[in-house]
């Protein structure tokens, strides 16, 4: 097996990587195995549902596709993917399980290869290789090479499934994401029409009665002077009723002595001047009775007007407050809005923390806001305050103190370690009075679809009472919509590492180098920029794999993974093709740089003590180097193939080393 060989796999094997849907990649891995052996037979066989089935082939007959159907062990397939090991059988017709196979005339020669293909150190298929076009027989060499392919095909069929997954849960997320956001839309523009309805109505009617009240002078403002004309009227009403009641007496009396004076003047004809005169008193005291009777009967009506006026403020009274805390509701609701529309384009929760705190401040005038938030196992906390207030670093470690204490005792834990963002200095203003005592605080906690709590959120006040139950019910609903867009943000922040990270190592993976080698390379050439790329292959892995397994193999994989990223600078970019083979993307560094940082590398690797069952196995890794400007490339493919070449004369001559193309 020589260089071109690899090369040629290797160039075939990016289509592969390219290939994101399942239905697309099975032809294309049997028309790639075809050309990469010059086979008239291939085939791409999958376990599905407990069974091994042919996904695609070249050169079957279509029934014999549709009908084969195995079980692991059974046939040399089933035997491959029991086992997990690769078959070379140089004579099939000395071997009695394959018989029947060579006495069909579709196989002119007694040899074939078939490789397993492992994904996550378990067997999901095979891929199956007989006939040359060239009539001769396969050799080990060409099972090696079948054995490199397979792996190219078990990272191919990994990126397809983990980008059909990416799909669905990017699909899942913006529909989700859709319907909250038409919901609070339906939602706040309901309550708005209701509140303005109800506000036009309102204010129609309070119109209304202003002006039917203005012409008695019974605003809302007087309902209490309205009230005292009431109880006086009713005591005048009393008063009269009294008194037309003694005048009734009187009258009484007097009709009876009027009567009595009648037999008299009936009897006394001489009395008749004294009649005339009580008759005429009898006729001015009814004229009394009767102006009496008539104002207490304007009295009770004047009452009863009064008694309609005072429910009629009542009613707009209540409906005054009724407005109002529409009113606040829409205030809240718009605030919740504003929030909402900030922080939902924001991926990061520090980001969103920082926004919610800055938007809450118009709103709530605390002097310190504070928050914390859990990521990844570390404790983040950052502070925000009003500038147009002094506040000295003893307010500040107060106010650090309160939210640290909350998380101790929500979390139920003794002892935690912050990393506050920024330091006091930034804080204190310079003009800064002394310590100033909190005084009102309010602390709301943020939690995750499981219920967990995640962030903290902490206003602080040098005022007394300065926070109501409206303003902490209101913060509590912001909340609300922070944790679901810390919670969204987390998501699409694991989204995009199932999208760019290697799953076994944490670096990043081919396709994500594939995309920024190809930016960083454009960019270096047309700007005249030095740029190095580092190849590296770990040494013997088949052999480390053949003697302890997969798992332990995949131990060591991570192992140089994690010598590597110790290695290099912070803005380098380490990627894992697949296997145990690294690119090292170097912007900005000319060869010599790059050519000490390959060395360091395998030096680390070289001195690392890995043990297996307590005995010291040793390490080593071949590295090759492509650097500009010193190599004359205009192309990234061919820039590519400089430092994989550059790989190949390492191991070639001797391992453990590090080659440098054009040297």
């Known amino acids: 097996m020589d260089i071109l060989q690899i090369h040629r796999?290797?160039?075939?094997?990016k289509e592969l990587i390219l290939t994101f849907e399942e239905k697309e990649l099975y032809p294309l891995i049997v028309d790639i195995t075809a050309k990469i052996f010059e086979a008239e037979i291939c085939s791409l066989m999958l376990i599905e549902e407990g069974v091994i089935k042919i996904k695609a082939a070249v050169g079957l007959p279509e029934r014999v596709i549709k009908k084969t159907c195995l079980r692991p062990g059974e046939g040399i397939v089933g035997h491959v993917v029991k086992y997990g090991k690769p078959i070379f059988v140089k004579d099939i017709a000395k071997n009695q399980r394959f018989k029947r196979i060579f006495r069909s005339n579709r196989y002119y020669n007694g040899s074939l290869i078939i490789s397993p293909i492992i994904l996550k150190d378990k067997v999901i298929g095979t891929v199956n290789v007989t006939n040359k076009t060239s009539r001769d027989p396969f050799t080990e060499d060409d099972l090696h090479l079948l054995n490199i392919f397979s792996g190219h095909v078990a990272f191919a069929?990994?990126?397809?499934?983990?980008?059909?997954?990416?799909?669905?849960?990017?699909?899942?997320?913006?529909?989700?994401?859709?319907?909250?956001?038409?919901?609070?839309?339906?939602?706040?523009?309901?309550?708005?029409?209701?509140?303005?309805?109800?506000?036009?109505?309102?204010?129609?009617?309070?119109?209304?009665?202003?002006?039917?009240?203005?012409?008695?002078e019974t605003k809302p403002e007087k309902v209490k002077d309205i009230k005292i004309r009431v109880e006086e009227l009713t005591h005048y009403e009393k008063e009269l009723e009294e008194r037309a009641y003694k005048l009734r007496e009187e009258a009484e009396e007097l009709e009876r002595k009027a009567r009595e004076l009648e037999r008299r003047i009936q009897q006394m004809e001489r009395d008749s001047e004294e009649a005339r005169e009580l008759e005429l008193r009898i006729n001015a005291l009814r004229t009394q009775e009767e102006e009496a009777r008539q104002k207490a009967e304007e009295a009770e009506r004047q009452a009863a007007e009064l008694r309609e006026r005072?429910?009629?403020?009542?009613?707009?009274?209540?409906?005054?407050?009724?407005?109002?805390?529409?009113?606040?509701?829409?205030?809240?609701?718009?605030?919740?809005?504003?929030?909402?529309?900030?922080?939902?384009?924001?991926?990061?929760?520090?980001?969103?923390?920082?926004?919610?705190?800055?938007?809450?401040?118009?709103?709530?005038?605390?002097?310190?806001?504070?928050?914390?938030?859990?990521?990844?196992?570390?404790?983040i906390g950052e502070i925000v305050h009003r500038h147009d207030c002094p506040i000295s670093t003893e307010?500040?470690?107060?106010?650090?103190?309160?939210?640290?204490?909350?998380?101790?005792?929500?979390?139920?834990?003794?002892?935690?370690?912050?990393?506050?963002?920024?330091?006091?200095?930034?804080?204190?203003?310079?003009?800064?009075?002394?310590?100033?005592?909190?005084?009102?605080?309010?602390?709301?906690?943020?939690?995750?679809?499981?219920?967990?709590?995640?962030?903290?959120?902490?206003?602080?006040?040098?005022?007394?009472?300065?926070?109501?139950?409206?303003?902490?019910?209101?913060?509590?609903?912001?909340?609300?919509?922070?944790?679901?867009?810390?919670?969204?943000?987390?998501?699409?922040?694991?989204?995009?590492?199932?999208?760019?990270?290697?799953?076994?190592?944490?670096?990043?993976?081919?396709?994500?180098?594939?995309?920024?080698?190809?930016?960083?390379?454009?960019k270096a050439t047309d700007e005249k920029l030095p740029l190095s790329l580092i190849m590296l292959d770990f040494d013997y892995l088949k052999k480390f794999n053949d003697k302890y397994g997969h798992e332990e193999g995949n131990r060591l994989i991570r192992t140089i993974a994690d010598l590597i990223k110790k290695s290099v600078r912070e803005e380098d970019l380490v990627a894992r093709f697949g296997g145990d083979e690294f690119g090292i993307i170097l912007k900005n560094t000319e060869r010599a740089t790059a050519i000490n940082m390959a060395e360091e590398i395998r030096n680390n690797i070289w001195r690392y003590r890995y043990e297996i069952e307590?005995?010291?196995?040793?390490?080593?890794?071949?590295?090759?180097?492509?650097?500009?400007?010193?190599?004359?490339?205009?192309?990234?493919?061919?820039?590519f193939s400089r430092a994989d070449e550059a790989l190949y004369q390492a191991k070639k001559r001797g391992r453990n080393q590090v080659y440098v193309y054009g040297t």
């Open 9 to 13: 796999l290797f160039e075939l094997s």
């Open 395 to 522: 307010s500040i470690e107060e106010a650090k103190k309160g939210i640290i204490d909350s998380w101790k005792m929500l979390k139920k834990v003794k002892d935690v370690k912050v990393s506050f963002l920024s330091g006091d200095e930034e804080l204190v203003s310079p003009t800064g009075k002394g310590f100033e005592k909190i005084k009102s605080f309010f602390t709301t906690p943020l939690t995750d679809n499981k219920g967990e709590i995640t962030a903290l959120i902490s206003i602080n006040s040098f005022d007394k009472k300065a926070f109501s139950e409206s303003d902490k019910r209101l913060l509590s609903l912001v909340c609300s919509h922070v944790s679901i867009a810390i919670t969204k943000a987390r998501l699409f922040k694991r989204t995009k590492e199932l999208a760019e990270k290697d799953e076994l190592t944490g670096v990043y993976n081919y396709r994500y180098f594939d995309r920024t080698f190809q930016e960083v390379f454009k």
């Open 310 to 379: 005072v429910e009629e403020a009542e009613i707009i009274i209540a409906k005054a407050e009724e407005i109002n805390g529409l009113i606040s509701q829409a205030k809240e609701l718009q605030i919740l809005y504003g929030i909402s529309s900030r922080i939902t384009p924001l991926n990061e929760p520090r980001e969103i923390l920082r926004c919610s705190l800055e938007r809450l401040l118009p709103h709530f005038r605390y002097h310190i806001g504070l928050y914390l938030v859990d990521e990844e196992e570390e404790l």
């Open 157 to 216: 069929l990994e990126n397809a499934r983990l980008h059909k997954l990416e799909k669905e849960e990017v699909r899942a997320l913006k529909t989700e994401r859709l319907r909250i956001k038409e919901r609070e839309i339906q939602t706040h523009t309901q309550r708005v029409e209701t509140l303005r309805m109800e506000a036009q109505r309102l204010k129609e009617h309070t119109k209304r009665l202003i002006a039917d009240t203005e012409k008695e």
């Open 614 to 639: 307590g005995k010291v196995h040793k390490l080593s890794a071949s590295l090759g180097i492509a650097s500009l400007p010193e190599v004359k490339v205009e192309d990234v493919k061919r820039f």
